[in-house]
């Protein structure tokens, strides 16, 4: 029985184990340490996970899916084929790969896991990702911030004195600034501040776009393959230009005309202008909230792949006024942390055991009237709790009558950061009975207790009798329940899974299929040839054929993906 960290990502996600020589990250059945978070469906109803599924995102788009993290938590059904998919069982998907490529690695079975979430996820999103685990038969120790996982990456709670940290975290999709503070060993987070629907991508877009712009095309003048073409163009223009000194290119054939394009360093970091202001924000907010001094921060931490582009760490420079650390691979940091917070809850001699803190991610509060001149006006939000309280916490308000003998106070639960109630998230409601007095006579004390699970009580206490009602908030509008868990996990487990052994052949048939699709004329015709003759090698089922023939077609098509003459 072995516990693993998992880093489950919206674009990729990896896996990780603390060892007698400290942390590990698991390699899956390709070799690599990061397993992209995409899910696809074959023509005989397997499950395709991973890098496979990735290649097939150009040749299945309608059978194959990708960044459904940014759902996580909402009840939106994914089609693929004839199955239709929540997205945390999409994830569970992901995680029951990184569990078996664990378990095959280690040797033994594994049951226990510490996933990790962006910090900025709510209560919903998080117990979303705790299903996904369940879902894949894993029993979920603990959710895990992202940013508090790469700060024990970075071993900042080896440090001695009071130090603070502010962890930078941009990801395929996903920001998160958060500000740590660690003290004789207690990881506290401060604040933490971001913006869900920031990220990586967003950059390869912005390099899409302006191809399209600048070359007089439209969108809708391409079909599903050319776009996902340069889109793949775009993404690796992007890497290219944390080269130095090298430009980006595109080329590519659209309707007989072929387009070659250069984007250099200097121009994509003025397209990216308005990107990187969106990133400025989410900081800000941080250190307000924080109530700290830019210049008591002690260390700038970079996480997520997309912080391995040159502006983005000039960018944090140029804001902070020295370099960020970035030591540890951005890719794998999180991994990593989840990895070595798995050794201290094995309790490992070796590793000293911090005390975790977490912050309440947003704000939770009760419904109110207000006097206005003419009367009392309903919906406003009183908050009770603040967005990056620490948690565990417990708060108490007291609640007045508003009309003369009024018999009922309906107190309204919400969760949200607007003035309005209307604008933010109801969780529930209680509604207790007061003896008929004269109006602000009878008051409630209502008093919020938010557990360190994201359990939220709420208890309603009448001042005058000391009778008490309460109401426990669990289950969150658009979760299953658990019934419902427990049908799923047999559907689940009854989808056919492509075996492993196999996943190589099968990435080598997938990568030429999309390269074929891509390509014309000659080239084309060859791949054809070197597919079918691998083909008939898989159907000979002759071991040394097969490997023979997977060797020179692995070289083949890394000479054509090199050329890149699409
Ligand atoms: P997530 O946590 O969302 O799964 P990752 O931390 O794996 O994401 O980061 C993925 C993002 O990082 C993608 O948008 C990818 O394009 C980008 N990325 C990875 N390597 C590089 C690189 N060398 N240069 C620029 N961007 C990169
Ligand atoms: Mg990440």
């Given at each position: 029985?072995?516990?693993?960290?998992?880093?489950?990502?919206?674009?990729?996600?990896?896996?990780?184990?603390?060892?007698?020589?400290?942390?590990?990250?698991?390699?899956?059945?390709?070799?690599?340490?990061?397993?992209?978070?995409?899910?696809?469906?074959?023509?005989?109803?397997?499950?395709?996970?991973?890098?496979?599924?990735?290649?097939?995102?150009?040749?299945?788009?309608?059978?194959?899916?990708?960044?459904?993290?940014?759902?996580?938590?909402?009840?939106?059904?994914?089609?693929?084929?004839?199955?239709?998919?929540?997205?945390?069982?999409?994830?569970?998907?992901?995680?029951?790969?990184?569990?078996?490529?664990?378990?095959?690695?280690?040797?033994?079975?594994?049951?226990?896991?510490?996933?990790?979430?962006?910090?900025?996820?709510?209560?919903?999103?998080?117990?979303?990702?705790?299903?996904?685990?369940?879902?894949?038969?894993?029993?979920?120790?603990?959710i895990i911030n992202e940013p508090t996982a790469a700060a024990i990456a970075y071993g900042l709670h080896q440090q001695k004195d009071e130090t603070n940290f502010l962890i930078f975290d941009l990801g395929g999709g996903t920001?998160?600034?958060?500000?740590?503070?660690?003290?004789?060993?207690?990881?506290?987070?401060?604040?933490?501040?971001?913006?869900?629907?920031?990220?990586?991508?967003?950059?390869?877009?912005?390099?899409?776009?302006?191809?399209?712009?600048?070359?007089?095309?439209?969108?809708?003048?391409?079909?599903?393959?050319?776009?996902?073409?340069?889109?793949?163009?775009?993404?690796?223009?992007?890497?290219?230009?944390?080269?130095?000194?090298?430009?980006?290119?595109?080329?590519?054939?659209?309707?007989?005309?072929?387009?070659?394009?250069?984007?250099?360093?200097?121009?994509?970091?003025?397209?990216?202008?308005?990107?990187?202001?969106?990133?400025?924000?989410?900081?800000?907010?941080?250190?307000?909230?924080?109530?700290?001094?830019?210049?008591?921060?002690?260390?700038?931490?970079?996480?997520?792949?997309?912080?391995?582009?040159?502006?983005?760490?000039?960018?944090?420079?140029?804001?902070?006024?020295?370099?960020?650390?970035?030591?540890?691979?951005?890719?794998?940091?999180?991994?990593?942390g989840a990895g070595i917070q798995a050794g201290m809850k094995q309790r490992d001699a070796a590793i000293k055991e911090i005390v975790l803190t977490d912050v309440c991610p947003y704000t939770l509060g009760t419904e109110v009237?207000?006097?206005?001149?003419?009367?009392?006006?309903?919906?406003?939000?009183?908050?009770?709790?603040?967005?990056?309280?620490?948690?565990?916490?417990?708060?108490?308000?007291?609640?007045?009558?508003?009309?003369?003998?009024?018999?009922?106070?309906?107190?309204?639960?919400?969760?949200?950061?607007?003035?309005?109630?209307?604008?933010?998230?109801?969780?529930?409601?209680?509604?207790?009975?007061?003896?008929?007095?004269?109006?602000?006579?009878?008051?409630?004390?209502?008093?919020?207790?938010?557990?360190?699970?994201?359990?939220?009580?709420?208890?309603?206490?009448i001042v005058s009798t000391g009778q008490k009602q309460s109401i426990v908030i669990e289950e969150n509008p658009g979760l299953m329940s658990e019934a419902e868990i427990k049908e799923r996990l047999k559907a689940l487990e009854?989808?056919?899974?492509?075996?492993?052994?196999?996943?190589?052949?099968?990435?080598?048939?997938?990568?030429?299929?999309?390269?074929?699709?891509?390509?014309?004329?000659?080239?084309?015709?060859?791949?054809?040839?070197?597919?079918?003759?691998?083909?008939?090698?898989?159907?000979?089922?002759?071991?040394?054929?097969?490997?023979?023939?997977?060797?020179?077609?692995?070289?083949?098509?890394?000479?054509?993906?090199?050329?890149?003459?699409?």
């Open positions: 029985m072995a516990l693993i960290g998992i880093d489950l990502g919206t674009t990729n996600s990896l896996v990780a184990y603390w060892s007698e020589d400290g942390v590990k990250l698991i390699p899956n059945v390709l070799g690599s340490n990061l397993t992209p978070s995409v899910i696809s469906i074959d023509d005989n109803d397997e499950i395709l996970v991973g890098e496979v599924a990735k290649q097939r995102l150009l040749t299945h788009p309608q059978l194959t899916v990708a960044a459904f993290k940014r759902y996580m938590g909402t009840n939106k059904v994914i089609k693929l084929g004839k199955f239709e998919f929540l997205p945390e069982e999409l994830s569970s998907l992901i995680i029951r790969s990184l569990k078996n490529d664990a378990e095959s690695f280690l040797g033994v079975k594994v049951e226990e896991a510490i996933i990790s979430v962006p910090a900025y996820f709510n209560d919903t999103q998080r117990k979303a990702t705790k299903r996904a685990g369940e879902l894949a038969g894993l029993k979920v120790e603990r920001f998160d600034v958060s500000i740590l503070e660690i003290f004789e060993n207690v990881m506290e987070v401060k604040s933490i501040a971001g913006d869900n629907y920031l990220g990586g991508e967003d950059f390869t877009e912005l390099i899409f776009k302006h191809f399209l712009a600048e070359n007089n095309l439209a969108e809708t003048d391409l079909d599903e393959k050319t776009r996902s073409n340069i889109w793949k163009q775009a993404e690796v223009c992007k890497r290219q230009l944390g080269e130095s000194e090298k430009n980006g290119v595109i080329s590519c054939t659209i309707n007989d005309k072929l387009y070659e394009w250069k984007l250099s360093a200097a121009e994509f970091e003025n397209i990216a202008k308005p990107l990187i202001n969106r990133l400025r924000l989410p900081i800000e907010r941080a250190i307000r909230d924080a109530a700290i001094n830019p210049d008591q921060l002690d260390e700038i931490i970079l996480v997520g792949g997309a912080t391995k582009m040159p502006l983005i760490r000039s960018f944090i420079s140029k804001l902070f006024g020295r370099f960020p650390s970035c030591h540890l691979n951005p890719d794998e940091v999180v991994a990593l009237a207000v006097q206005t001149g003419s009367g009392y006006e309903k919906g406003h939000f009183h908050p009770i709790i603040e967005r990056n309280t620490i948690i565990p916490v417990s708060r108490i308000e007291r609640f007045y009558t508003i009309s003369d003998f009024q018999e009922q106070v309906r107190v309204g639960i919400y969760q949200g950061e607007s003035r309005l109630t209307d604008n933010n998230i109801k969780l529930g409601e209680l509604v207790v009975n007061v003896p008929p007095a004269p109006a602000g006579k009878e008051a409630i004390d209502v008093r919020y207790t938010y557990d360190i699970n994201g359990i939220l009580e709420v208890e309603v206490t009854a989808l056919k899974i492509h075996p492993r052994d196999k996943t190589e052949n099968r990435l080598l048939l997938a990568r030429g299929e999309r390269l074929y699709e891509e390509t014309l004329g000659e080239t084309r015709n060859q791949i054809a040839a070197a597919l079918i003759e691998f083909e008939n090698a898989l159907n000979s089922q002759d071991e040394k054929q097969i490997k023979k023939i997977a060797k020179s077609l692995s070289e083949f098509f890394e000479r054509l993906e090199n050329q890149q003459q699409f």
